[in-house]
């Protein structure tokens, strides 16, 4: 079952901020006009006023989560300690639960099946923003503008509106309501990873002890509706302090893990090398159960591809993105649009800096132990990103490069076939070094793909990974 | 890194078709003039290759009951006393059969054709079958071999070729416990397979006429001068035949030997072109499979929603028949022709639109012989056909062994066969002329449109 990116931030949103970015030590450095100190003033009145605040900032919460259909509801439970340590769990109803955590140090995100991670810093701030009760008298630290920008109606109510562009320079629009001087909706402006821009509605505000928040959040990316309800909110709970923290055996495996993906990241080249790299033309030659095929694939940062294969005795066969649409064209089959699982097989797979995106693409891993590939000591670690297991990937223990990965293929929108893919003979060009040999098997196949030649920094027309329907 | 490239994966891996073997393992005995030692290894190695290839890839892990390890010890004891390709070839298959299932061949290097100088390895006498009631039917004889019109006439049932006899072969078969439409489709192969013998060579046949008289008929295999498949990776080339007609009243007719992707442009445009008022008859009867994903493909331009025709589970893994309807699909009604001669790829296809209600199926019960499959080449040269998954219809149907029941099942008899009748296209055509609202014509319905 896939796991929405944002399950937890749906959750967290009950009370805090959408995502900006900040840490806990910064000190103000936004200019704020009188006007919207005032607003800003009125809504830590409504909720309860600063001495509530500062008094309730430790917190347990449940709510219920609803994503409508494309996932069941789900249980978030969230505990909340006054100096910003934090403890979330997710429960799906098949009864896996994922966990993230913040001891004061360290933050990590852990899932039984799918394995532990670190939380990466960035992402920790955006956390530690969210579901903070100061939140209304931290505004001046989280951004670094927040000017009034008259009224407007919103759901029958005359609201104060705030413009705000957080540290991580993306602009936030704020609306309060003119009677309660609640907040009642965040709009968040397009963000990398969030093209379309977030959207938050905050209602049902209930007084929990000394404070009062929104128990109803509605929020709302790209056609996608997620419904946070509080079930129940305690003040001040009885926290243990082992349950913001990782074990020392996940903490453990987490050394071995980051040990082996920075060795990953300089064995491929480094950051440098691929930042460098803005396309890439690559002939090859596959062989399947006998059958020859001559493939050209064509790169295009972002996300551009194009694969063109002349299969012999078959015609060719063209797949491509062009960064809006997924397609490919058969000489047998025809033309139809990629979606889902199989587009996102050919992304990732298109990806001009995937090997240097391990770490952020599959933030759960496992370790689990030294291995020997084709004669080489490799340390195997499972990945996997909140949507699932990714695969067992094989790390050469000397060189980082992975050697070899126990994975799923995605053969079509009904076709699933586990497979071995081992990687040889490597070349390094421009700096970045790679497989020329890719061979994939299953017990019912085995597909053997030789690079002939790489061309990196090509100029390519962006008109060629337009879909081609004839 | 560049990794994997899943678009290609279901159109190379699959070929679903049985191939009549040109050459009986038991006619040919070739001596292999290398050292001794070098005979034993390859011959050990092939065995090995064989045996290996079942147990990895078999797609029933529990082999269907039979104890595979045992079978291994079986005939390998049998080895030390093979001293040629042929009688290899008759332990291997022998080993093979040991699995009860179809799409488990050895197919010698010989009689296979990878190059057009190697065509002359597959002649022909000129003549299509087809089985009724466990007799080979004459269905057709080439109007440019006059040797074959003078030999032999439409309805003449073959009943010894090479000196074989089909009721000795068919009673064993029955003895066996094979099903009916199996044992005619190999029936049918018998005698295919001989009359493709190398170019030159003598076929004997024994021949009744619809009239009961018998004769002896001998004649010599010519070329194949009509069109041939590409071969496809370790998948032969073989001889390719389409029939593609528009006709004056709107029934449109296709037949095609065999899936071989050289036809897909052909049979792809001839869809298109096809008009909303039309009916479509797509003739399956005779064509033993091929490149499964054709059977999609052709699909493609006759629904006007995604489904699939079917899910082949391999060890690992499921493979969809997907279908992706293509802009311009034809939508009208589709009548699928099949016979006991419809085996593999044309079983995947009849099956699968019969069960999504897109077509009609009229004839009689395909051959029940549909695995997914393979090619290798083994050391000795021989290509190993194997089968790599088991086959589910829409609804879950296992194809293998049932075969397409037809929704009108008819026979063509050796009588209608002889008086140039197709009662099979009669009431294909009749059902389509209601399906699309028009009369059916009352005229004597000849055996080609």
């Given amino acids: 079952m896939k796991i929405p990116f944002h399950v937890f931030t749906a959750a967290a949103l009950l009370i805090g901020v959408v995502g900006c970015v900040t840490t806990p030590t910064s000190k103000p450095t936004a200019e704020i006009s009188r006007p919207a100190q005032a607003i800003l003033d009125r809504w830590a009145e409504a909720q309860g006023g600063e001495s509530a605040l500062r008094k309730s900032a430790s917190y347990a919460v449940i709510s219920k989560v609803n994503y409508g259909a494309r996932a069941p509801e789900m249980e978030v439970r969230t505990w909340r300690a006054g100096d910003g340590r934090f403890r979330s769990e997710l429960v799906v109803p098949n009864g896996r639960t994922f966990v993230q955590g913040f001891d004061g140090r360290i933050a990590w995100y852990a899932s039984e099946q799918l394995g532990f991670g670190l939380m990466p810093q960035a992402e920790l701030a955006q956390m530690l923003g969210k579901g903070d009760m100061l939140e209304p008298l931290k505004v001046a630290q989280h951004y670094i503008s927040c000017e009034v920008q008259g009224s407007k109606m919103f759901d029958n109510m005359l609201c104060h509106v705030l413009e705000l562009k957080g540290r991580d320079g993306i602009a936030e629009t704020w609306y309060f309501d003119g009677k309660t001087g609640q907040r009642v909706r965040i709009e968040r402006a397009p963000a990398p990873g969030h093209p379309q821009g977030v959207t938050v509605n905050l209602s049902d505000f209930r007084q929990v002890g000394t404070v009062t928040g929104p128990h109803h959040v509605i929020r709302m990316e790209g056609g996608n509706t997620v419904v946070t309800e509080i079930e129940s909110m305690t003040i001040d709970p009885k926290l243990d302090d082992t349950m913001f923290q990782a074990t020392p055996e996940q903490l453990s495996d987490a050394k071995h893990v980051e040990q082996a993906l920075a060795r990953h990241l300089e064995g491929v080249g480094g950051m440098e090398a691929f930042m460098r790299l803005k396309s890439r033309v690559t002939h090859a030659t596959m062989v399947n159960a006998g059958i020859k095929s001559r493939m050209v694939i064509s790169q295009k940062l972002p996300t551009k591809v194009l694969v063109e294969t002349d299969v012999v005795g078959m015609g060719r066969i063209v797949q491509g993105y062009d960064g809006k649409t997924g397609w490919i064209n058969s000489e047998i089959q025809g033309y139809r649009t990629l979606k889902g699982a199989e587009l996102q097989q050919l992304l990732s797979n298109a990806d001009l800096r995937v090997d240097t995106q391990l770490g952020l693409r599959f933030p759960l891993r496992k370790w689990i132990g030294v291995r020997v590939v084709d004669g080489r000591k490799a340390e195997a670690i499972a990945l996997a990103s909140w949507q699932g297991v990714a695969g067992t990937y094989y790390f050469d223990a000397e060189n980082g490069l992975i050697l070899r990965v126990e994975s799923k293929l995605i053969a079509g929108p009904n076709s699933v076939l586990p497979v071995t893919v081992d990687f040889s003979d490597f070349h390094t060009i421009d700096g970045m070094t790679m497989p020329f040999v890719t061979t994939t098997t299953n017990p019912a196949m085995r597909m053997v793909i030789t690079i002939e030649s790489v061309e990196n920094n090509v100029t390519l027309d962006d008109a060629i990974f337009k879909p081609r329907k004839d | ?449």
Wanted: hydrophobic fraction near 45%; charged fraction near 20%.
């Fill in chain 2, 1 to 449: 890194m560049l990794t994997i490239l899943p678009g290609l994966i279901r159109t190379t891996i699959v070929i679903g078709l049985l191939i009549p073997m040109a050459v009986s393992a038991e006619d040919e005995v070739s001596v292999i003039d290398i050292p001794e030692i070098s005979w034993a290894q390859t011959r050990d190695e092939t065995f090995a290759a064989v045996w290996e290839t079942v147990n990895e890839s078999y797609f029933d892990p529990a082999f269907g009951g039979v104890d595979w390890v045992a079978v291994r010890e079986k005939y390998q004891a049998q080895l030390e006393h093979v001293t040629d390709k042929g009688t290899l070839r008759i332990v291997l298959t022998a080993m093979l059969g040991e699995l009860h299932r179809t799409h488990f061949a050895i197919l010698p290097r010989e009689a296979a054709v990878f190059t057009p100088a190697e065509r002359s390895r597959i002649g022909t006498i000129g003549a299509n079958f087809t089985c009724e009631r466990d007799r080979v039917i004459v269905t057709k004889v080439q109007s440019d071999l006059p040797a074959a019109q003078e030999a032999l006439k439409p309805g003449d049932a073959v009943t010894a070729i090479n000196g074989v006899d089909l009721a000795t072969v068919n009673k064993a078969l029955d003895q066996a416990k094979v099903t009916e439409n199996r044992r005619e489709f190999y029936l049918q192969n018998i005698v295919s397979g001989r009359s493709r013998a190398a170019v030159g060579s003598k076929v004997k046949l024994t021949v009744e006429s619809a009239d009961g008289q018998t004769r002896e008929v001998e004649l010599k295999t010519a070329a194949n001068e009509g069109r041939w498949s590409e071969p496809i990776g370790h998948y032969p080339a073989m001889p390719i035949d389409i029939t593609a007609k528009h006709m004056a009243d709107g029934i449109d007719y296709l037949a095609f030997n065999v899936f071989s992707p050289l036809l897909m442009r052909e049979i792809r445009s001839f869809l298109r072109d096809l008009q909303p008022g039309d009916g479509l008859v797509i003739d399956l009867r005779g064509n033993p499979g091929g490149l499964t994903v054709m059977a999609t493909g052709i699909c493609g331009w006759l629904m006007n929603k995604e489904c699939s025709l079917g899910t082949m589970h391999l060890r690992q893994g499921q493979l969809s028949f997907d279908v992706w309807p293509q802009s311009g699909a034809f939508l009208g009604p589709v009548a699928v022709l099949i016979d006991s001669g419809s085996a593999s790829s044309s079983e995947i296809f009849a099956a699968g639109l019969q069960e999504l209600a897109r077509a009609r199926v009229f004839g009689e019960t395909s051959a029940g012989a549909a695995l997914p499959s393979a090619f290798k080449t083994l050391p000795t040269g021989d290509l190993f056909q194997y089968a790599i998954a088991d086959m589910q219809t829409p609804l879950g149907q296992l194809l293998e062994g049932r075969g397409v029941l037809p929704d009108e099942t008819i026979q063509r008899t050796q009588a209608d066969i002889a008086a140039l009748r197709d009662p099979v296209l009669a009431a294909a055509r009749e059902w389509l002329d209601r399906a699309r609202g028009t009369p059916a014509p009352t005229d004597e319905i000849q055996s080609e449109p």
